[in-house]
C-alpha cells in the first residue's frame, strides 16, 4: 500500500465536500509528474488531503477505485473516506519535520499529487490528531 498527499483548493473541492459527497473521481491532473503518481495509485491507498490556498493538511482519505483511462488519456482515481484531522496542520510547520527533508512537497510547490513516505505519513497524522498549540507572546 502506498501513501500520497493530493493538494486541492478548498474553494473548488475541499476535503468536507468529500465528507459530504461521500466518494469522488479525482482527476484533472495535468503536470506530468503528477499524472505518472496519479496513474500509480491502486485501489486502498491512503491519501492526505492538502488545502494548497490555505497551505495545510486537512485530512485523510482512501483511493477506492484506480485505473481510469489509459495513456495518453488523462487519469483518474475514486476517491473516499474522508477523515478531517483534529487540527490542520501548516506547511511551515510540515517543512521542519525531519521526514520531509528533501520531500516534493516542499521542493516542488506546485506538484499537486505527491507520495509520502512511511515517516511523512505517521508524522501528518499524529500532528492532525494533536491539539492545537498555544504560541506563546512572551
Known amino acids: 500500500m502506498a501513501r500520497w498527499l493530493l493538494k486541492t483548493e ?12 461521500g466518494r469522488t473521481r479525482w482527476d484533472g491532473v495535468s503536470n506530468p509528474q503528477a499524472v ?6 491502486r485501489p486502498g491507498d491512503e491519501l492526505v488531503v492538502y488545502h494548497s490556498g ?4 486537512v485530512g485523510t482519505a482512501r483511493v477506492l477505485a484506480a485505473g481510469g483511462a489509459p495513456a495518453p ?3 483518474a482515481v475514486e476517491v473516499g473516506e474522508a477523515r478531517p484531522f ?11 519535520l525531519a521526514p520531509f527533508a528533501g520531500s516534493a ?21 499524529r500532528l492532525g490528531a494533536a491539539p ?3 504560541v506563546s507572546r512572551t
Request: charged residues 25%; aromatic residues 4%; proline residues 12%.
Open 73 to 75: 488519456a488523462p487519469p
Open 54 to 57: 490555505e497551505r495545510r493538511a
Open 10 to 21: 478548498p474553494s473548488a473541492y475541499a476535503l468536507a465536500d468529500l465528507a459530504r459527497d
Open 105 to 125: 512537497l516542499l521542493r516542488q510547490g506546485r506538484l499537486s499529487v505527491v507520495p509520502l513516505t512511511a515517516p511523512q505519513w505517521r508524522a501528518l497524522l
Open 36 to 41: 505518472a503518481n496519479l496513474r500509480a495509485m
Open 132 to 134: 492545537a498549540r498555544r
Open 86 to 96: 483534529a487540527r490542520p496542520v501548516p506547511l511551515a510547520e510540515i517543512g521542519r
